[in-house]
């Protein structure tokens, strides 16, 4: 069994390309398309990795890191960032919260899976 | 003797006088008038109450009425010696106020009202043309006098013509001397010293001629005496109504005459003088008194039948051969008229220019613009027209009387019209209750007895008043005669106009004063003029230091600013040839720095506040009436400054509200870029990620592999939807949009969107309740905006209705030109906070994108409606989600009304 990821994302086809690329590279991956349905099994059973996109309805991507920043079984929790928005000013936010990555979409496969990696490896 | 020598004689005459005039101005210009202004000038000067009337005059009135024209000179020496007081007081007021006239005296004593100054130079005018016309008369008949040879034949003269000639000649003089310069005091040196000239011309002329016919003709006082007696001269005796009647009456003349007011205060230098005046005047009047009595019984007795009593001062010595006398006489008797014209159109155009003409050019002006320009030169030019204009209403009235009335009748008439100006006169002087209404009133009604009882019915009968008014009253009142007022039938005209006219009017003064209530200036005019003695004369120059520079400068400072105050004071020092800051407290520095100071805070506030810190001068009520009124002024700018400021706040407030909007605007713009970037990079993320995974997966299944082509494709699909849409917003919120307008059945458009709205998730059944009469109405529109419209509505409901059962019921309404189309759902409508929202760009409710849409859909269809003419909102409480879309029937007519604009997309926020 490899590593798991979680991936929310509320857009269906980019979880669904961000699911067949992450499993060819031999993860794991559960998806979730809402950042509060996501809260408590992230909490019970905490993934290897996550990949959190930042505009979601109910809690926002930020809010999800703020309180798994919080939780101590998170606290170290990898987290790669999306965002189709593009403002500087999320990605210093999303730094200032603890991001482990941040990305802008549209991102190359490529670029996701060598992040992944490291971060994982890290 | 010759018409022309007597024409030389009195051209040389008068270009003495001239030349008297003109050195006398010329000395008081280089300021050494000191002998001109001595009390003996002053006195000559009010002989000008002595005219043509007394000089030829009074020997007729002796011969006609023996002593009685006494009365002429008693009045006047009643004056002088017991009335003192009031004259002195006259004068001070005159003086210190710079009275230019009785007009302006009244006038400036019941509140400056123009409207009394205006009532007294009528009343004036009207006493006064008659009087002027009697001296031109006086002095044509001089002439005749002189140019008719022993056998009584008439030269060729024309009186008219040599009044027309002295008219003419006394208007330059009276021009040349009386408008020389715009005095604030209305002085004129040159005019005084001629008339004083003239005076004792006229004196010695007529002691020239008593004494001819006292100790020449008669054989001395005694032989006068004895002829006396022997001569039965008409009413000898001595009627003690009468006499009082007409000692008032001169009495009141010598005030009261606008050429007398002239002389007596106007022209007064010092009222010193009137002591002087108070005998000397009195003893002159004794002097020219003297000999009227035996020239007229001389005359009487010498002259042949039939001679004119008024011109045996002339026609004695001419009928005895001495020509040298006789031309001295008639010396005299022009004198004494030319003197009199001078001073009265003087005083007269005075009056006319300052009451009536100035200040109606000056509201016609200030209607037209607010410019005030020199003045100066127009109160000349009116003054001088003034002169031309009394003197020539003076010269017309003789044309047309001719003449015919007896000399001292004229004067007397005239001495009762100018008398009616006593009551308010008097009232100003010593009367603190005495009311602008009330003067106006008593000289109204005083003016108007004169002239009915007196004035017109001295043209004779018929001229006027008709022969039959006179004998039986207006319409037949008896009691309304001219000269029985009242049933008062006892009583000769002359009386009896002056008793009701003075009476009356003095009653209607008391009663008008008692009830009505002066104005605040009228008070303050008042206790200036009434306790004038109460208080030291107002100090308009520096006499005594006492402040020390010190002390001045820090109230400078705050006048003028610490560095303006500093320089100034400095450059004072520095002027005295002082080293330091501080000047000496001289007369001179004190009035520059009045000067200086008035610059900021006016004239008499800036003398005020002097007077208080250097503590010589009393602060007169007219200095602080003037404070006042410059203080008002101030308040007005201040009130202007506030609005101003008021105005300037205003602007600034819509500035920073602009700002705040032009803030929001940019804050809105930033987060409508976000959300396209959002919405853009969304559908590129896939495309570009199922691209990259099918160019580098070897192994992939053909199902994988038509499905993840399917997902790029709808991807792209999305895409460019989404830059359609955008596209579109913009040319419709930009008003930009190309409407095809045409007939089309609103049914038929509802089929269409219906048929093209099922794709949207085919799979669900919606049941579509219709109403097809409802539906079948003809509308002029753009038929294919308004079915985008209505798809739109129609997807969403397919795309949101949550029902198990979905349906939707159209429903269509008609008012007038307007149609309103209501699409209602039962699904579970929109959250009333949210409603307000959902036509707002990128407004997506459930932010899920399984919706399809990028969130710009009803924004669109708002813009849409409103470039229709029409509009789409949300109408809650129906069940389910409830879109009305009203827009008008015949969209092209609706475009052509202007009141339509409300609904256009300008309007559109």
Known sequence: MGKRVLVIEDEPNISEALRFILRRDGWHVDVSADGADAMGALRRDPPDLLILDLMLPGLSGFEVLRVLRDAAQTRDLPVLMLTAKGHAADRVEAERLGVTRFMTKPFANAEVIAAVREMTQA | ?909
Not at chain 2, 14 to 34: H, P, Y
Not at chain 2, 527 to 544: C, E, H, K, Q, Y
């Open chain 2, 1 to 909: 003797m010759s018409f022309n020598y007597l024409v030389l004689t009195c051209l040389a005459y008068v270009i003495l006088l001239f030349f008297v005039a003109s050195a006398a101005e010329r000395s008081a210009a280089r300021g050494r008038a000191g002998w001109l202004r001595s009390p003996l000038v002053y006195t000559l000067s009010l002989s000008v109450y002595c005219t043509a009337w007394t000089f030829y005059g009074a020997v007729g009135y002796a011969a006609r009425s023996g002593l009685e024209f006494m009365t002429i000179y008693l009045g006047p020496t009643l004056v002088f010696v017991g009335w003192w007081v009031i004259l002195r007081k006259l004068v001070r007021i005159g003086r210190e106020n710079r009275v230019t006239s009785i007009a302006d005296m009244i006038s400036a004593r019941y509140g400056k009202s123009n409207l009394l100054g205006a009532i007294v130079t009528l009343l004036c005018v009207a006493a006064g043309t008659p009087y002027i016309a009697l001296q031109l008369q006086s002095i044509a008949q001089s002439f005749t006098v002189f140019a008719t040879d022993p056998t009584g034949v008439e030269l060729a003269t024309d009186r008219n013509l040599i009044a027309f000639w002295v008219a003419a000649g006394l208007a330059l003089f009276t021009i040349a001397f009386g408008t020389r310069n715009l005095d604030a005091n209305e002085q004129h040196p040159g005019v005084v010293i001629a008339i004083a000239v003239e005076a004792v011309v006229k004196l010695l002329a007529l002691i020239a001629v008593g004494v001819f016919a006292v100790w020449i003709v008669a054989a001395g006082p005694g032989d006068i005496l004895t002829r006396i007696d022997a001569q039965a001269l008409p009413e000898w005796q001595i009627q003690p109504g009468r006499w009082t009647g007409l000692i008032l009456l001169s009495a009141i003349a010598i005030i009261c005459l606008p050429r007398m007011f002239q002389v007596l205060v106007v022209e007064n230098t010092n009222d010193q003088h009137l002591a002087t005046a108070s005998w000397a005047f009195p003893l002159y009047l004794f002097l020219m008194s003297l000999f009227v009595l035996p020239i007229a019984v001389v005359g009487l007795e010498v002259m042949p039948a039939g001679s004119n009593p008024d011109m045996f001062v002339l026609t004695l010595p001419l009928y005895l051969g001495q020509d040298g006398l006789a031309l001295l006489s008639f010396l005299g008797g022009f004198s004494a008229a030319t003197s009199m014209v001078i001073v009265a159109s003087l005083a007269l155009a005075t009056m006319v220019s300052n009451h009536l003409v100035v200040p109606l050019w000056l509201k016609a002006r200030a209607s037209r613009n607010r410019d005030t320009g020199d003045m100066r030169l127009l109160v000349l030019s009116v003054r001088r027209l003034s002169i031309a204009l009394v003197l020539g209403l003076g010269y017309v009235y003789y044309t047309i009387t001719g003449g015919s009335a007896a000399l001292a009748a004229i004067g007397l008439i005239a001495f009762v019209g100018v008398a009616q100006t006593l009551p308010a006169l008097l009232g100003a002087l010593f009367w603190r209750g005495a009311s602008r209404t009330g003067a106006a009133l008593g000289l109204t009604v005083g003016a108007a007895l004169w002239v009915y009882t007196l004035f017109l019915p001295s043209f004779g009968p018929d001229v006027f008043l008709s022969a039959q008014l006179m004998e039986q009253g207006p319409f037949g009142l008896s009691w309304l005669r001219p000269y029985g007022l009242f049933g008062v039938n006892t009583l000769d005209p002359l009386l009896h106009a002056l008793f009701w006219s003075l009476s009356l009017n003095a009653l209607v003064f008391c009663v008008g004063s008692f009830v009505t209530f002066p104005s605040p200036i009228e008070r303050v005019q008042a206790a200036l003029f009434v306790d004038i003695f109460d208080r030291s004369g107002p100090a308009r120059s520096w006499t005594r230091p006492v402040a020390e520079a010190e002390d001045l400068l820090p109230m400078a400072q705050r006048i003028l600013g610490v560095s303006e105050a500093q320089a100034f004071f400095s450059a004072q020092a520095e002027l005295q040839g002082k080293t330091g800051f501080l000047p000496d407290i001289t007369p001179e520095f004190l009035d520059a720095l009045e000067l200086k100071l008035s610059g900021s805070v006016g004239a008499a506030t800036a003398h005020a506040m002097l007077a208080q810190s250097v503590g010589t001068a009393v602060v007169s009520v007219e200095d602080l009436m003037a404070v006042a009124s410059e203080t008002a002024q101030i308040m007005e700018y201040s009130a202007q400054l506030e609005a101003k400021s008021e105005e300037l706040s205003r602007t600034a407030r819509k500035l920073r509200e602009a700002n705040e909007m032009l803030q929001k605007l940019s804050v809105q713009k930033d987060a409508f870029l976000s959300q396209i970037s959002h919405e853009l990079r969304t559908p590129m993320t896939s495309i570009r990620a199922f691209s990259e995974i099918m160019m580098d997966t070897d192994a992939m299944t053909p199902e994988e592999r038509t499905h993840f082509a399917q997902i790029i494709h709808d991807e792209s699909i999305r895409l460019t939807r989404l830059l359609d849409d955008l596209l579109d917003l913009s040319v419709l919120e930009h008003g930009q949009v190309q409407l095809n307008l045409g007939p089309v059945l609103l049914s038929d458009l509802i089929d269409k969107a219906i048929t093209a709205s099922n794709s949207v998730q085919g799979d669900r059944k919606f049941r579509m309740l219709r109403s097809r009469d409802g539906e079948s109405v003809q509308i002029i529109t753009d038929a294919g905006r308004m079915t985008q419209v209505f798809i739109n509505i129609l997807s969403n409901a397919r795309k949101y209705c949550i029902s198990d059962d979905p349906q939707m019921q159209i429903k269509v309404r008609r008012q007038a030109q307007l149609v309103e189309v209501d699409f209602i759902d039962n699904g579970a409508g929109i959250p009333r906070d949210k409603q307000a929202l959902i036509f707002e760009k990128f407004s997506r409710l459930t932010d899920s994108m399984q919706a399809g849409g990028a969130g710009l859909g009803l924004a669109i269809c708002r813009e849409i409606m409103h470039n229709l003419g029409g509009d789409i909102s949300y109408v809650p409480g129906q069940g389910g989600a409830a879109f009305r879309v009203s827009f008008p029937l015949d969209l092209s007519a609706h475009m052509s009304t202007p009141d339509s604009h409300d609904t256009t997309p300008a309007a559109a926020e």
